[in-house]
């Protein structure tokens, strides 16, 4: 009985209620400053530049301006065609071009001269690491030139070449458009390589220089 009644009167301890378990203190990190304390951006946050991949600097030898004035022969060379309508509606035309005829004579006088030229220039002097960036990228882009000079020929021989009409039309003044381009092409890549410049074309500088 007496065990009964201390156990009956006797007072529990308290219950231990659980203690919250409390989120670790935040760390706090210092960034390192980007900016310089004269008010200028750091290395850190300067933006890269993108390299200039078709500037070339220094003065260029009279051999590679040359060699690179002589590859915009060949577009030039396989555009001539382009010009049957203007030859043959101003004569004149033709005076400017005499000198020239040599050249072309002997040029048409090998078999198959556009693709030997073509890939002679392709393999033999771009993918050519003897020679200068500046006469692989001029070669390049000679014969970027030629591969677009080309596509108005493919397309005409897909869509037939139209007789009379308004189609002869539309066909007279292509063909006068590609051959105003070609020459002002090949006029602007020679007149710039005699003088070590580079020339860019719109859309072929860009695409020479990817493949390069």
């Known amino acids: ?24 203190p935040a760390v706090q990190m210092r960034l390192p400053l980007r900016y310089a304390a004269a008010g200028k951006p750091s290395a850190l946050c300067r933006p890269r530049r993108a390299a200039a991949t078709m500037s070339y600097q220094g003065p260029v030898p009279a051999s590679e301006r040359l060699f690179s004035a002589l ?6 060379f396989n555009s001539l065609h382009y010009g049957r309508f203007l030859f043959a509606r101003f004569p004149s035309l033709g005076v400017a071009i005499e000198p ?15 693709f030997v030229a073509f890939f002679a220039l392709y393999l033999g002097v771009v993918r050519n690491p ?13 014969v970027v030139l030629d591969v677009f000079l080309a596509l108005p020929t493919l397309v005409q021989r897909i869509f ?24 002002a ?17 719109p859309i072929v500088a860009s695409a020479a220089d990817r493949q390069l």
Do not use: D, H
């Open 1 to 24: 009985m007496a065990t009964l009644s201390l156990l009956r009167f006797t007072p529990l301890p308290p219950l231990s209620t659980p203690t919250r378990s409390r989120p670790p």
């Open 71 to 76: 590859a915009y022969a060949l577009p030039f």
């Open 100 to 114: 020239l005829l040599p050249l072309l004579a002997a040029y048409r006088a090998v078999p198959y001269a556009s």
């Open 130 to 142: 003897i020679f200068g960036r500046y006469v692989r990228f001029n070669a390049m882009q000679a």
């Open 160 to 183: 037939g070449t139209p007789a009379s009409g308004i189609g002869f039309r539309v066909l007279e003044w292509g063909y006068n458009g590609v051959f105003a381009f070609a020459v």
């Open 185 to 201: 092409s090949f006029l602007y890549g020679v007149v710039a390589c005699v003088l070590g410049k580079t020339p860019y074309l």
